[in-house]
């Protein structure tokens, strides 16, 4: 660590001793003057380099966006709390939301049939983590109408994170009853199959 990193740290430790030790000194320091102090160790903590132009067109979106809402929070509210609660939410969102977006559900080429050649089984494969923001539109991914009488969903490389994705099963599965079909999931286990068995037909089909 070079002494440019440990001029930061050297402030902080002798504000914290000016703080813990000398307390009833820096009482009698004038509120302005303090306030200078704590803009000088602000700006020499501050990394520059991480919000020049250049820097930020490399960044993705999402960690500028974070980094926007956490600063304007904070200098908005005047409250560092609030700004750091808000950048953490935007980054959960964002997280979410990138995430979601690797879901993928696919159906499989090869069809089962019955002793007469005809179809009778089909399956498709879902790969990815579902929740709330993945599985909202997987309800909307099934061919009903055209797909034969029993329909095997394939979730080996996938995983249950929350009751919404339960829900959106069930709901997929009462489409399905509806034209007299019947849905098999397949592939679960450990805390994603107790999760399935425990909520399933509890929740009710919101789509």
Do not use: C
Request: proline share 3%.
């Amino acid at each position: 660590m070079g002494p440019q990193a440990l001029e930061p740290l050297g402030g902080h430790v002798f504000l914290l001793i000016l703080v813990v030790v000398l307390g009833d000194v820096v009482g009698l320091i004038p509120m302005a003057a303090l306030v200078a102090v704590m803009i000088m160790v602000s700006v020499g903590t501050m990394d520059w380099h991480s919000i020049r132009p250049r820097t930020l067109r490399l960044m993705p979106l999402s960690e500028t966006l974070v980094m926007v809402v956490t600063v304007t929070a904070t200098v908005w509210t005047h409250n560092l709390a609030i700004g750091v609660i808000l950048g953490v939410v935007t980054a959960m969102i964002m997280f979410a939301r990138r995430v979601a977006h690797m879901t993928t559900i696919e159906k499989v080429a090869e069809l089962d049939t019955d002793h007469d050649g005809a179809v009778d089984t089909r399956t498709y494969r879902v790969t990815g983590e579902l929740f709330w923001a993945s599985s909202n539109d997987l309800v909307y991914q099934f061919d009903y109408s055209g797909d034969p009488g029993h329909v095997v969903l394939d979730l080996t490389d996938a995983d249950i994170w929350d009751a919404s994705t339960v829900a959106t099963l069930d709901a997929v599965q009462q489409k399905y009853a509806a034209k007299g079909k019947t849905l098999s999931v397949i592939g679960l286990d450990g805390a994603s199959q107790e999760r399935l068995e425990k909520l399933s037909g509890t929740l009710g089909a919101g789509h």
